[in-house]
């Protein structure tokens, strides 16, 4: 069965920092991995999707990498911001009949001014 | 520009009331799902559908029932509600992950509130 963990679970961080969250998966029959990011009380932005063949995504001040072989992700913030702060929540989607998504616990950022 | 609805947003129910949440999609999506969300638990796969007429279980289906006679709507029943079912549930869409020239990049709706007392 698919695990997902995450790492760390809680950070903070004073303002500009750069900042990396850290993804592990069990089972590297994935089809892609995708990072979301989820405020208190809202549902669930996509931030990044990596394909399993992709190494690499990058959007704006995010960076997410994906090491298939050995199940990991991590998402690299620069320079990090108040309005960063959040849940970061990642998942896998299982390559199999259901394609369904694993999620990690998620790690809550807290980006102090 | 509606992306992945959810209703209501919030709701709560007495024990033994059943209701229905609704997701409707509008980016002509194969696959739906739903999922919980509970403190410490993370999001959990309740129920799944690969395509209108086609529905599975997920880790956590005892209690709620779904249907998939369209590809735009794909609801969730709780049969007889319970405190057990106090959460925050989520609707997801993406394209089906053989669709491989339109990507898989999965949409959330907004989430519903639901408490049972």
């Known amino acids: 069965k698919q695990e997902v963990t995450q790492i760390p679970a809680a950070l903070s961080v004073p303002e500009g920092e750069n900042l990396v969250l850290n993804c592990s998966f069990t089972?590297?029959?994935?089809?892609?991995l995708q990072w979301f990011r989820q405020d208190p009380g809202k549902g669930l932005t996509s931030l990044l999707l990596?394909?399993?063949?992709?190494r690499e995504q990058t959007s704006g001040r995010l960076n997410a990498s994906l090491d298939k072989s050995s199940g990991r992700s991590t998402l690299y913030i620069a320079a990090s911001q108040p309005g960063d702060s959040a849940t970061y929540l990642c998942?896998?989607?299982?390559?199999?009949?259901?394609?369904?998504?694993?999620f990690g616990p998620g790690t809550r950022l807290s980006v102090l001014p | 520009n509606a992306g992945v609805t959810q209703t209501p947003k919030f709701q709560v129910l007495k024990t033994g009331q059943s209701m229905t949440l609704q997701c409707a999609q509008d980016m002509n999506h194969e696959y739906m799902s739903w999922y919980r969300q509970d403190p410490g638990m993370g999001l959990r796969l309740i129920h799944y559908s690969v395509g209108a007429g086609i529905t599975d279980q997920g880790e956590v289906p005892n209690g709620y029932n779904v249907s998939r006679s369209t590809t735009e709507d794909f609801p969730l029943r709780l049969l007889s509600a319970a405190p057990s079912q106090t959460s925050v549930y989520f609707c997801?869409?993406?394209?089906?992950?053989?669709?491989?020239?339109?990507?898989?990049?999965?949409?959330f709706g907004q989430g519903t509130r639901l408490t049972v007392v």
């Open positions: 997801a869409s993406s394209y089906g992950a053989l669709v491989k020239s339109t990507g898989t990049e999965a949409f």
């Open positions: 990596i394909q399993s063949s992709q």
């Open positions: 998942a896998v989607r299982e390559d199999n009949y259901g394609q369904n998504f694993v």
């Open positions: 089972d590297s029959a994935i089809y892609n």
